[in-house]
């Protein structure tokens, strides 16, 4: 159920056909909260096929320059680490 809530957004627009995965939300929902778009309403954009995981096996290797000593997560580990919101500008190279 918590992945759901995080990967579906129902209200979205698909742009493409099956691959790449492209979508944005609806302008009339972006009208409606202006300058500050919430999470669940964000932009997709794929170059290529979007992977089939699963979120009950997937894990995610963190490792590098910003963890000298390489840990792996589990999905509903990294959802449940601490989050912080900020406003950000994304802007399309493509216009």
Request: aromatic residues 8%.
């Amino acid at each position: 159920e918590l992945c759901r809530r995080h990967l579906y957004r129902r209200r979205m627009i698909r742009l493409t056909g099956r691959h790449p995965f492209n979508s944005e939300p609806p302008l009339g929902l972006l009208q409606k909260y202006r300058f500050i778009t919430p999470t669940q309403l964000h932009v997709v954009r794929n170059h290529g096929a979007v992977p089939k995981l699963d979120w009950e096996t997937h894990t995610l290797l963190v490792g590098g320059p910003v963890a000298p000593n390489p840990y792996e997560v589990s999905m509903d580990e990294l959802v449940a680490l601490p989050s912080s919101e900020f406003p950000i500008t994304l802007s399309c190279c493509g216009n």
